[in-house]
């Protein structure tokens, strides 16, 4: 009864990976910044952060005053003053401030996904 028990528990391991049914990977990181200017990076008044390679990271930023594109393109997503989730979109070579006012208010970014 053993032997069914792991042929059949096999079965259905092999079966669900020929379906396509594990978890997706995802690439994105968090990087040191250094001297590179590829990276997206999330300025803070206090901090730097940077993040590479493809893909969604919960992060929990706040305040930001500058987000750098970098060679990537990727979307922001972020809660306002009110609580509400909105996000916005930075495009490669794309540098928005806040203090110029192409960057919003934003109290707090949940997530960075880069595409």
Known sequence: MKT??????AMATAGALALGLSTPAHAI?????GDRTDFLLVRLPSSDHCFANAGPIGVDLRDPVLIWGGNNDAIINYVDRVGRGDSIRVNRGQLLRRVDGSLPDIPRIYEIRIL
């Open 4 to 9: 069914v028990k792991k042929i059949a528990v």
């Open 29 to 33: 990181n968090e990087v040191d910044c």
